[in-house]
């Protein structure tokens, strides 16, 4: 079993600043790609941020100069920086991990999902 745990969400003003983290844990061997989704209400969930392995990063044009993706490998740990918040921004963060069991078995995995809420 492989579990991913978000955490860091929560409310914040416009122009502010917020730290996503998710956490991988269990049956790992290694983790492939990680990356970060959302889903604001009535929308479709969509891809945020992505990091390879090798720290190779891809960004959604509406969040480019504003969010940083990175990853500690020795923490199975990925995290998301969000600066400059809009309250377009406003979404479920969804972690997402590319894992790679002990088994050589690999297939993507999610998180629970953490709420970003922008407003004044």
């Known amino acids: 079993q492989v579990q991913l745990v978000e955490s860091g969400g929560g409310l914040v003003q416009p122009g502010g600043s917020l730290r996503l983290s998710c956490l991988v844990s269990?049956?790992?061997?290694?983790?492939?790609?990680m990356g970060w989704y959302r889903q604001a209400p009535g929308k479709q969930r969509e891809l945020v941020a992505s990091?390879?392995?090798?720290?190779?990063?891809n960004y959604a044009d509406s969040v480019k100069g504003r969010f940083t993706i990175s990853r500690d490998n020795a923490k199975n740990t990925v995290y998301l920086q969000m600066n400059s918040l809009e309250p377009g921004d406003t979404a479920v963060y969804y972690c997402?991990?590319?894992?790679?069991?002990?088994?050589?078995?690999?297939?993507?995995?999610w998180g629970q999902g953490t709420q970003v809420t922008v407003s004044s």
């Open positions: 997402k991990a590319l894992v790679v069991t002990r088994t050589y078995y690999q297939n993507q995995y």
């Open positions: 990091i390879t392995s090798s720290a190779n990063t």
């Open positions: 269990g049956n790992i061997f290694k983790i492939n790609e």
